[in-house]
């Protein structure tokens, strides 16, 4: 029997522009309206980031609750998941967003290298986040960048500072992180099951290997994460039109695998959000 896959949608990201490519949404209005076509293409999930006037990446609360807030009024059933990652602003900053009380928000458990800078995620702050999140009523999306973080992951488990069971996403393909490869993919869920059997799991990766992480974890059982944030091409030499067009594709996919586009009460459901109040 074909069973529910949830489909994230990551709308914009830190990185790419639209020097990248013209359909990366960068206004609060052009995030809205992005975000309401990948729904209605079968995303239930949309993360996000939020830009400035000069598209760099930006903590801006107000810009968060704009983006949050628009979503939410255009498809109220939706799960809007705020990103508190972002490169060379202060953690303070970069945590601002819970304010906004999202459904979901991303929180990283560890630190890691990329290109050109530290993403600095120390123990104290993730300890300190994890409780604040706890007390929202906001899930987390652990974000897995290198194994450590999965154990970290476990530990935090362990001391009450997550409510059980995490949901966790493997992200693989940043430079100088984990490379994107099947294995890694194998290896991360025979961990995951012996450490955490009941956890929840995505499975993202960068560039062109998107589509292919897509057809790992859709095989394996895992949910699903596509987008301008992580992926710019709908094929090589070709530019995705939209973030519409790249879930599209994944909602089409599921089928190969004897899955199916899960709904937004089934995302619910499956991610255990059912307790929390979407604020
Ligand atoms: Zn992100």
Redesign the pocket.
């Known amino acids: 029997m074909a069973t529910p896959a949830a489909i994230t949608v ?1 709308i914009t ?2 990185i790419p522009t639209k020097a990248n490519n013209p359909a990366v949404p960068v206004t609060p209005e052009e995030q809205v309206a992005s975000a309401v076509d990948a729904i209605d293409a079968g995303a239930t999930i949309v ?1 996000v ?1 939020v830009r400035d006037d000069q598209q760099r990446p930006s903590s801006d609360v107000n810009r968060y609750r704009t983006v949050h807030d628009g979503i939410k009024h255009e498809r109220p059933d939706v799960i809007v998941q705020l ?1 508190t ?1 972002g490169r060379g602003r202060s953690p303070d900053e970069r945590f601002s967003c819970l304010e906004v009380r999202p459904e979901m928000a ?1 929180l990283s458990t560890g630190s890691v290298n990329f290109a050109t800078s530290v993403y600095e995620n120390p123990p104290q702050l993730v300890e300190q986040q994890a409780a604040r999140m706890l007390d929202l009523g906001i899930k987390p999306e652990i974000e897995i960048f290198d194994f450590a973080m999965l154990y970290t992951c476990v530990d935090l488990l362990k001391r009450g500072l997550l409510a059980p069971p995490p949901h966790v996403q493997l992200v693989m393909g940043i430079k100088n992180t984990l490379p994107p490869k099947e294995s890694i993919l194998d290896f991360f869920l025979s961990e995951l099951r012996e450490l955490i059997p009941d956890a929840t799991w995505t499975c993202a990766a960068i560039g062109r290997f998107q589509l292919e992480a897509n057809r790992w974890a859709l095989r394996r059982g895992g949910h699903v994460r596509t987008g301008l ?1 992580d992926n710019i091409y709908y094929e090589k030499g070709r530019l995705a039109q939209s973030n519409a067009e790249l879930v599209a594709r994944l909602a089409d996919l599921c089928a190969e695998y004897d899955r199916y586009p899960a709904s937004p009460a089934e995302t619910r459901h499956l991610l255990h959000l059912n307790q929390i109040t979407a604020g």
């Open positions: 990551a990201g830190s993360h980031h990103s990652g991303s944030e």
